[in-house]
């Protein structure tokens, strides 16, 4: 594996700036690419799961703090208080308590629930400066957030599902996880007092996980402060393990935000909060998927799908022509003319790029490409639409292949 620091410049990615300040990466167009496409992927399958998107605001007042529990068993990994005009607001630690706020805001009934809310949202983590680095550790952090507000007996049902999410997510992005984690309370921590909850929701939780098959292990002293989780954990080029996923039930932050919903019986009841995130941070996302392919990425999150070559001027025409096709078609695309070298020379600079077509006199006239795989093989000469229309259809899938082998050729 690869070291995301050294790729993340050397492919212009993002990179740091001291005068912007320590763990507040930049992204620079292609890695800005790349991030949007993922998050754009999120929502898509968040949206299909039938989740719905909010924004909030990334400062809140000490108080809503106060009330969530961030504030006493949090404070040392949040950024000081703001103080403004007589009231202190602070950078959110993190996104749970301005969903609490919005599912109270409106009244609900048991027909809405599951309410399942979702937001790529900033969060802001006062890092100490000796540890930050590239993406993974950072003070400024995008979150694949989501909470799901349900019954008591939704709540298996949901995780289950947000468990199947986060495996179709890793096969698109042809990640895998090193282990699932059951994390639980241990001593010393700081963890809100409620013995009663947290061995409702651990046997909740262990419930999932033995039912899924997933093998896993129980770790203390890995909980979040008001629940236990499921982590899901991968690995980087060092070999140090991190958590990119999570699932986690709550019963605090309702009790907290006097959450409820109206039930079947016409009386108040008590919804579970369920707190989910497919990716975790974006940041440590695009990390890993950077050691974890090299800069390769799957094709669908490529900074650029396909790269154009003409072998002489006299192919520039047609190689516009292809071009073109392909941004009609949602492709991101570059021609890279005989100005910039041999045609060698050219494959070997466009080697991340997952398609190359290659354009001569013959395929000019025929309205044909060559096309060249990233993983180095060839195939034959065939009408251009049909390539682009089988790598636009790839791309839509989210395709793990570059190309379905029977097509292959050479
Ligand atoms: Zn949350």
């Given amino acids: 594996m690869y070291d995301h620091r050294r790729l993340g410049r050397e492919l212009d990615l993002f990179d740091t700036d001291p005068l912007i300040g320590a763990g507040l990466p930049y992204w620079l167009p292609d890695g800005a690419t790349v991030r949007h496409t993922l998050e754009e992927y999120i929502r898509g399958a968040e949206r299909r799961a039938g989740y719905r998107h909010v924004y909030s605001p990334v400062l809140g007042k000490r108080e809503l703090y106060e009330i969530s529990g961030h504030w006493s068993h949090y404070s040392d990994d949040?950024?000081?208080?703001?103080?403004?005009?007589?009231?202190?607001?602070?950078?959110?630690?993190?996104?749970?308590?301005?969903?609490?706020?919005?599912?109270?805001?409106?009244?609900?009934?048991?027909?809405?629930?599951?309410?399942?809310?979702?937001?790529?949202?900033g969060m802001y983590r006062s890092e100490l400066s000796g540890v930050l680095g590239g993406l993974t550790r950072v003070r400024a952090i995008q979150l694949n957030d989501a909470h799901i507000f349900c019954t008591l007996d939704q709540v298996a049902d949901e995780a289950r599902a947000a468990l199947e999410m986060i495996r179709r997510a890793y096969r698109a992005l042809g990640i895998e996880a090193s282990r699932h984690r059951l994390s639980l309370p241990g001593p010393g921590g700081k963890y809100v007092?409620?013995?009663?909850?947290?061995?409702?929701?651990?046997?909740?939780?262990?419930?999932?996980?033995?039912?899924?098959?997933?093998?896993?292990?129980?770790?203390?002293?890995?909980?979040?402060?008001?629940?236990?989780?499921?982590?899901?954990?991968?690995?980087?080029?060092?070999?140090?393990?991190?958590?990119?996923?999570?699932?986690?039930?709550?019963?605090h932050q309702p009790e907290r935000f006097d959450l409820h919903y109206i039930g079947a019986d016409g009386a108040r009841h008590r919804p579970v909060m369920i707190h989910r995130s497919i990716i975790g941070s974006v940041e440590r996302a695009v990390a890993h998927l950077i050691e974890r392919?090299?800069?390769?990425?799957?094709?669908?999150?490529?900074?650029?799908?396909?790269?154009?070559?003409?072998?002489?001027?006299?192919?520039?025409?047609?190689?516009?022509?292809?071009?073109?096709?392909?941004?009609?078609?949602?492709?991101?695309?570059?021609?890279?003319?005989?100005?910039?070298?041999?045609?060698g020379a050219r494959i070997r600079e466009a080697r991340l790029v997952p398609y190359q077509a290659v354009l001569g006199a013959r395929e000019a006239a025929a309205d044909h490409v060559a096309l060249r795989l990233r993983d180095g093989r060839r195939l034959d000469a065939r009408p251009a639409d049909d390539v682009l229309a089988r790598i636009a259809a790839l791309v839509a899938a989210h395709a793990g292949e570059l190309w379905a082998e029977k097509d292959a050729e050479g």
């Fill in 193 to 251: 007092a409620a013995p009663e909850k947290w061995s409702r929701a651990t046997a909740l939780l262990r419930d999932v996980l033995d039912r899924s098959g997933l093998p896993y292990e129980a770790a203390e002293g890995e909980a979040a402060f008001y629940g236990p989780k499921i982590d899901i954990q991968v690995t980087d080029a060092a070999g140090r393990e991190s958590t990119l996923s999570t699932v986690q039930v709550d019963f």
């Fill in 293 to 343: 392919h090299g800069g390769a990425f799957p094709a669908w999150l490529a900074p650029t799908q396909v790269v154009v070559l003409p072998i002489t001027e006299a192919e520039w025409p047609g190689a516009e022509e292809v071009a073109r096709r392909c941004a009609d078609l949602g492709l991101r695309v570059e021609i890279a003319g005989p100005e910039r070298g041999s045609l």
């Fill in 78 to 121: 949040m950024f000081p208080p703001m103080d403004l005009g007589g009231e202190q607001v602070v950078l959110r630690p993190s996104l749970c308590p301005h969903h609490a706020v919005i599912y109270r805001s409106r009244a609900h009934s048991y027909r809405e629930l599951p309410l399942r809310m979702a937001e790529l949202g």
